[in-house]
């Protein structure tokens, strides 16, 4: 069982950045390939980035491309997401998810393929 807690949201202004964070605990975290996805309000919760369990595949939303970075660090147990040029429709909750396998291609972007799933990160941008 893996269990995700992330960090780092908060309120930017326009143009801005943040990084967040998703903590896993369980010792088979690197076993699962991750994805951060969205939720802005009165939306559906949508698929921003997904890394393999490997680190060498990602996919991006196409709105984030170029300005959403995933990474993750096995050892530390955390995958990373750096938001750069935040823009206010960038504003949503953010939630890190795991899925088992995935070793060498990036995870799909739905959300029935994802088994766990952290309480998410509230990130705000001002224009």
């Known amino acids: 069982q893996v269990q995700l807690v992330e960090s780092g949201g908060g309120l930017v202004q326009a143009g801005g950045s943040l990084r967040l964070s998703c903590a896993a605990s369980?010792?088979?975290?690197?076993?699962?390939?991750m994805g951060w996805f969205r939720q802005a309000p009165g939306k559906e919760r949508e698929f921003v980035a997904g890394?393999?369990?490997?680190?060498?595949?990602?996919y991006y939303e196409d709105s984030v491309k170029g300005r959403f970075t995933i990474s993750r660090d096995n050892a530390k147990n955390t995958v990373y997401l750096q938001m750069l040029s935040l823009q206010p429709e960038d504003k949503a909750l953010y939630s890190c998810?795991?899925?088992?396998?995935?070793?060498?291609?990036?995870?799909?972007?739905?959300?029935?393929?994802?088994?766990?799933w952290g309480q998410g990160t509230q990130v705000t941008v001002s224009s």
């Open positions: 890394i393999s369990w490997s680190g060498g595949s990602t």
């Open positions: 369980g010792r088979t975290f690197k076993r699962y390939a």
């Open positions: 998810a795991a899925t088992l396998g995935y070793e060498m291609e990036a995870p799909p972007p739905a959300e029935y393929e994802y088994e766990y």
